[in-house]
């Protein structure tokens, strides 16, 4: 056996980096005075880490600017996004009046490192004061720019000292330490999550002839540092239950009409832990791990590559790679595998891996373990350090052709939550379109608005031989991408030839901003609109802005539109930004899970981690057809929350999948949804060219509101889908969901308080239309950014579960919403049934009790209210007992799926425009008619009540007005004159009175109020 490489020598003393953060406080606005003479002398204390700063006082500035950097240092950068940040404003008592005893808090920001930017990405942001405490009194504004970066200290070797007298210390090595050299450099960006992988078994192949077996060792197992958490989240991590080694026993699948969700019978023992363990929502999956590094000395060979066979897998390596002037001796594969491991049926099996030469498949040599004696990897543990293993041949061997050389690998046996399962392969990976089958994690373009402001334009060449008095209809048209909007009618000047139209147009733009903002100027006077120059401006070059600071306008010089030859053409006065304060919705309002800004550095701090388990599905339906008349379903999983997609692997030809995938969110907002839809993979059997659609299976939506801190939630859901046909039931889907939060921490509990959009929504407002507009551009770009993964995520599944079609035209819809209001108005038609009752003595002893409560509140008016909320509170703790057990799925009663016509939901389904023939159009569009010509009614209704309450004093009906003013003074006479509880006890015992004391009919003042006139006579 030859000697070993030799390993490349490591730096022995490699840089040090520090990482370094930078607080610009750049102004103030608005800070109130209190230093006794009207105004303020402010400062500024940066507390961050241990350290604290102050900037400069300014004099006497209720609005001071400072423009003062400070400068921190991070002692450690792995958890600097959970350290805090506070900026405290406080009244220089030595500039005031001389009274003051102390500096007077002018009010703080408190930041986290999740709102800290990179260098070269910070913006000025202008940050609401907050108070310190409830007494405080506070207002303003404080700008800051919050950004960091990395030093690298190289410390230069110390010079070869001359011997010198012992008296003398040595100097030379202290000044080399005390000066080191400064390099900056910028951190490369964060690397992405590593993606789930999951192995599917195959057939056993032949068994390999015999070879010895080694041994596997591995070095000692070194503790892997665990991920850390906010603050906050780092309290609710005590007391976390993790899930002991039992399987779960699932409950038996009930009926096809059985559309609720059910509970899951799951066991969580073992005692409380100070951490969550990972995968601890799903059952474990055992795996046998191989990883080939790579080999030294082997025979003469073109093209090597490893097999790997146990009792019942086989998997073949990828070719092997070899480095620029090395020979084939020596290749290298640097490939994980993972199998499916079953310890009772693998106790006695083997595990061997031999070298094989591709082109002419001839044995190079082999390795052969006994899987008994393989070790078992438990994270943390540090991952298993490969050996070298001599490769033997087996007796079948040509004699002639000698088997040398060394393998070095790694075998363990672990779960799925190795660090090494993310990029292991299995023995489907032969197949074509196999990345298909791979689990993967997917991140959200950043969006961004992009707002054009078009303020006005100048020596246009409008069009000749115009006709008199004719005035040119100017308009500007933007394009960015598919995107396209128009202006309206540009007004034009009296004394000038300019056009006026100060309009802001809005686009959606998403990074990396490499895209070009086209603008249009059109004369749309004649039939045929006719350009009259364009601009063209690259999207990346266009400011940031993060709140409602004024954005400085620019002129911008018009191209010819023929030709484009660069001739002047006018100028455009344009205000542009990019608007970084705003939410960009790709999700409909009723379920969007993520409300948070496009700056990140007006994030709040996460509140809490949605860990999501996806168990499996039972009971699925077969969606294509295989050979011999039998089907077969593909299934794989889609969760969406926030920016974060992911995606479970394939499980091919199963009725009864089983992912056992466990994946974590961040959560900045608790009133928001997570979505998870199940599809049927059609995209992996696509041939090269082709594209097919994934079919969809069902979904199921989980608002982590209605989740209950630090609990798990283990339940089945049916997956239900609505086809032409009617509704359909797929199966059912097993999750397991925790929120883990704490449940009464302040900022919990605050969140209910604050704006449930960013501050830019309410300061400059988007109306309904517009956002709906932005809303199906932003998905559109969500679906087309996806798309170009690998594997790529639909647009039609990105479509399902943004639920892009929520504001499509649906007679069920419709049914349902005027359900939904009916039973929101039901107290109310209860509250008048139960009066009834109560005037119609059904219940004399409720009667009677309901004439005492009114006389006490009539004798006592000031306990009026508190009864009230009290009477609230004892509604609320009487529901407690009904509370839901378990996060609601999919309601198909509330949607009115059950009953739906198929005529209604042929209708639902057809496209825009419609592509059914015209008869069926005119049947739909008469049914339309009828149902509009119902709401037309109820809404002349409601019109006359209003025209007849205004009748009583317009004089239309000089009697009844009479009639009704008397009535008004005899009224004001008699309460002037009687004490108002005589008169309130008056009209209670009035409508309270016995039936025998009533008349049937109604009375006169419901009467005098329907002969009121209204303008309805007045309708052609």
Not at 165 to 174: M, S, T, Y
Not at 599 to 622: D, F, H, N, Y
Request: proline share 9%; net charge neutral.
């Amino acid at each position: 056996m030859s000697d070993y490489p030799p390993q490349q020598p490591s730096d022995p003393n490699p840089p040090t980096t520090v990482r370094k953060l930078v607080v610009e406080i750049i102004e103030a606005r608005d800070l109130l005075p209190k230093d006794g003479q009207g105004s303020s002398s402010p400062y500024v204390i940066v507390d961050f880490d241990g350290q604290k700063k102050r900037t400069s006082t300014v004099q006497r500035n209720l609005n001071p600017v400072w423009n003062e950097a400070l400068e921190f240092i991070v002692s450690d950068p792995k958890s600097m996004e959970f350290e805090e940040l506070n900026v405290e404003v406080f009244n220089d008592k030595k500039l005031s009046n001389g009274n003051a005893r102390k500096n007077h808090f002018l009010g703080r920001v408190k930041l986290y490192g999740t709102q800290f930017a990179k260098r070269g990405d910070e913006g000025l942001v202008y940050f609401t004061m907050e108070k310190k405490s409830v007494f405080s009194w506070i207002r303003g504004e404080l700008g800051l720019k919050i950004y960091y970066y990395d030093e690298i200290l190289e410390e230069q070797p110390p010079q070869e000292q001359q011997p010198e007298p012992p008296q003398e210390p040595p100097q030379g090595a202290e000044e080399v330490t005390k000066k080191p050299v400064v390099v900056v450099f910028e951190e490369p960006p964060t690397p992405a999550m590593p993606t789930h992988i999951a192995m599917e078994t195959r057939e056993p192949s032949p068994p390999m002839h015999e070879h010895p077996r080694g041994t596997v060792s591995g070095p000692p197992a070194e503790s892997i540092p665990a991920p850390e958490f906010s603050p906050e989240v780092r309290k609710l991590q005590v007391g976390g239950r993790p899930m002991a080694g039992d399987r779960s026993k699932f409950l038996r699948r009930p009926a096809n009409g059985d559309y609720s969700p059910k509970i899951i019978s799951g066991k969580f023992a073992g005692d409380t832990s100070e951490r969550i363990a990972a995968y601890d929502l799903v059952e474990p999956m055992q795996y046998l791990f191989i990883r080939i590094v790579k080999a030294r000395g082997l025979s003469q060979n073109e093209n090597p590559y490893a097999k790997i066979r146990t009792s019942g897998h086989t998997a073949q390596s990828k070719p092997a790679m070899n480095r620029p002037g090395d020979s084939s001796a020596n290749p290298e594969w640097h490939q994980v595998f993972a199998l499916a491991y079953n310890k009772e049926n693998s106790a006695n099996s083997t595990l061997e891996i031999s070298i094989w030469d591709s082109p002419s498949e001839q044995f190079l040599g082999g390795v052969c373990f006994d899987l008994s004696d393989v070790p078992v990897r438990d994270p943390p543990d540090s991952p298993l350090a490969p050996q070298w293993y001599h490769l033997e041949g087996g007796a079948a061997d040509d004699p002639n052709r000698a088997v040398s050389g060394d393998l070095q690998l790694s075998v363990w046996i672990g779960t799925q939550a190795d660090d090494a399962f993310p990029e292991s392969c299995s023995p489907d990976s032969a197949l074509p379109h196999v990345s298909y089958t791979r689990p993967k994690v997917y991140q959200s373009p950043k969006l961004w608005y992009l707002r054009v402001t078009v303020i006005e334009a100048q020596d246009l060449h409008l069009l000749p031989n115009l006709p008199p008095l004719t005035v040119p209809e100017i308009r500007v048209k933007g394009q960015l991408g598919f995107q396209s909007v128009r202006t309206r009618r540009g007004s034009m000047s009296h004394h000038t030839s300019a056009f006026h139209w100060n309009e802001d147009i809005i686009f959606v733009a998403g990074e990396p901003l490499e895209d070009s903002l086209i603008l249009l100027v059109e004369d749309r006077t004649a039939r045929d609109p006719a350009i009259l120059g364009h601009v063209l401006l690259p999207v990346g070059s266009i400011e940031q802005r993060l709140d409602e600071r004024h954005v400085p306008a620019k002129w911008y010089g018009l191209e010819s539109g023929q030709g484009g030859n660069g001739s002047y053409c006018g100028r455009l006065h344009l205000r542009m930004c990019l608007e970084g304060g705003y939410h960009v919705l790709d999700e409909a309002a009723h379920i969007c899970s993520d409300f948070t800004p496009t700056a990140k550095q007006l994030w709040k701090p996460a509140i809490g981690i949605l860990e999501l388990g996806i168990l499996g599905a039972r009971g699925l339906l077969p969606m294509k057809s295989k050979g011999n008349g039998k089907g077969s379903t593909d299934a794989y999983c889609v969760a969406k929350y926030g920016k974060k997609w992911v995606r479970t692997r394939t499980i091919t030809d199963s009725f009864d999948p089983r992912w056992n995938e466990q994946y974590t969110w961040q959560v900045y907002d608790p009133c928001t949804v997570l979505t998870i839809g199940v599809f049927d993979n059609w995209r992996m059997f696509a041939e090269a060219g082709e594209e097919k659609s994934d079919y969809r299976i069902g979904k199921v939506r989980v608002r982590v509101s209605t989740l209950q801190s630090n609990k798990v939630y283990m339940n089945s859901y049916p997956l239900m889908v609505l086809l032409r046909t009617g509704l359909k039931k797929m199966g059912e889907i097993e999750l397991a969901v925790r929120f883990a939060c704490p449940s009464l921490l302040p900022d919990t509990c605050g969140i209910y308080g604050q704006p449930l959009l960013p501050r830019m929504h309410y300061l400059r407002p988007l109306g309904v239309a517009q956002q709906e507009a932005l809303r199906g551009a932003a998905t559109k770009m969500v679906a087309a950014w996806l798309a170009r993964s690998e594997p790529p995520l639909g647009p039609e599944v990105v479509r399902y579960l943004l639920d892009a079609d929520s504001l499509t035209w649906s007679m069920r819809k419709s049914k349902a919403n005027w359900f939904r209001i009916v039973a929101v108005l039901s107290w109310a038609v209860g509250l008048a049934k139960w009066l009834d009752h109560i005037r119609r003595w059904r219940n004399p002893v409720t009667t009677i009790l309901v004439h005492v409560l009114y006389l006490v509140l009539v004798w006592y008016p000031d306990l009026i209210v508190p009864t009230g909320f009290l009477y609230v509170f004892l509604i609320g703790v009487w529901y407690y007992r009904f509370r839901p057990k378990i996060p609601a799925g999919m309601d198909v009663k509330l949607s009115q799926a059950e009953t739906v016509d198929p005529d209604e939901l042929d209708e639902e389904f057809d496209t825009m425009p419609s592509s059914r023939p015209p008869e069926v159009i005119r049947v739909r569009y008469d049914r339309l008619r009828i149902l509009a010509a119902r709401v037309q009614t109820v809404l002349g209704d409601f019109a006359t009540q209003g025209e007849r309450v205004q009748a009583l004093v317009s004089w239309r009906d000089p009697r009844a007005s009479k009639l009704f003013i008397g009535v008004c003074l005899a009224i004001t006479v008699v309460l002037y004159s009687v004490p108002p509880k005589m008169v309130a006890v008056a009209l209670g015992f009035y409508f309270l009175r016995h039936p025998m004391f009533r008349d049937p009919m109604p009375p006169a003042s419901l009467n005098f109020f329907r002969r009121l006139p209204s303008l309805s006579d007045r309708l052609l």
